[in-house]
């Protein structure tokens, strides 16, 4: 009997150990996936941005992940892009498998494949990121996504231009007067708070900055500030449709002075690490297939 009953505890651990060792095995490594995310980011530019882990799931289904090569990443992220009068569309997941004839197994391989990005996706931000980091990013999302409907400013850049001019809400500008953005009082009727703010490289200066009631606010003229202010579409900002685009846009524009110590402009690579950092660019895609 107790012979039996070890013979049935270490199969259950043979089986464990199998279990784990394959999917250690279809963990894809990190290495791989900023591949992926940096190929279907450049193959967005200029159209309307991907979500590398639909592309992945397909890679996957196709190729295998571990082997699939640079242009068969274009080829599949390209598969999610549609030109419509003369403007980019983005395709979702189950028009592409539909497109490709995909059978039912195929596309619940898609979908599993998918969770699994997913799921390892958020492990890796509860332990990479703070707990007020992704309260942070949740707390922006909903009115990030309402200034894109409003403005076509994009979710990701909102939200990282939050990140990086209120040092994630703790700026004296935002936890006390809810300015976000750094958005100084000119042409501005309201209250406004008098701060010390930094300048180029190292210079500091005082100056008065809007003071909002709450969040919402602060975001909804964020959107209002850059419509309204001719640069920002001269620049190219409103008809961009990636983040890469639009952060290069507000730099263009001249949103912050931020230099190096080399006299360089900055602004747009800081959004674009915030952006790529804490998968933004994800928040995009689906306000696009969402609201266009």
Partial sequence: MKKGKAAFIVTILLVAVIYYVSVKENTIPIDKTKEIQAIVDDTSHGKVQVDWRNVAAVAQIEYGIQSVSKQEIESIAALFIEERDNDYILKDIDQVTKDKN??????????????????EMNTAAINNQKTMQRDFIKEMEEAAISNYKTHNILPSITIAQAILESDWGRSTLSSQYNNYFGIKSHNWHGDSANLTTKEFHNQTIKDDFRVYNNLNESVADHGEFLSTHSRYEKNGLFSANTYMEQSMALQAAGYSTIENEHGEKIYSKQLVEIIQQHQLQLIDSQAQLKHG
Avoid: P
């Fill in 102 to 119: 995909y059978n039912q197994e195929q596309k619940q391989r898609v979908e599993a494949f998918f969770k699994q990005l997913d799921d």
